[in-house]
Nanobody, 126 residues
Framework: QVQLVESGGGLVQAGGSLRLSCAAS????????MGWFRQAPGKEREVVAAISWSDGNTNYASSVKGRFTLSRDNAKNTVYLQMNSLKPEDTAVYYCAARPPHNNYPGVRPYDYAYWGQGTQVTVSS
């Protein structure tokens, strides 16, 4: 089992920045890709960004490319999502997720992921 704890959400004005963190604990000796998803009210959960374990290969949603940066520190079992130039449409609950052990590819579908954090609210005001 892998436990994920997110932090860093909050309220920010449009054009501002936030950094989300996700710390993994438990079965962290196994390698696995990790990702961030978000879900706005009345909408399906969608990928924001995902990152592999081994080489830092990343996938981003087209809506956040150039504005968001995903990185990971394997020594700390933590991933970071730096969000710049935030827009009101970025408002959502953001979830950290981890793939099952030994899955290195940064998948972009929710069902690629086996473990989920509790979510953190990001609100961008106009």
């Amino acid at each position: 089992q892998v436990q994920l704890v997110e932090s860093g959400g909050g309220l920010v004005q449009a054009g501002g920045s936030l950094r989300l963190s996700c710390a993994a604990s438990g079965r962290t000796y196994s390698y696995y890709a990790m990702g961030w998803f978000r879900q706005a009210p009345g909408k399906e959960r969608e990928v924001v960004a995902a990152i592999s374990w081994s080489d830092g290969n990343t996938n981003y949603a087209s809506s956040v490319k150039g504005r968001f940066t995903l990185s990971r520190d394997n020594a700390k079992n933590t991933v970071y999502l730096q969000m710049n130039s935030l827009k009101p449409e970025d408002t959502a609950v953001y979830y950290c997720a981890a793939r099952p052990p030994h899955n290195n590819y940064p998948g972009v579908r929710p069902y690629d992921y086996a473990y989920w954090g509790q979510g953190t609210q990001v609100t961008v005001s106009s």
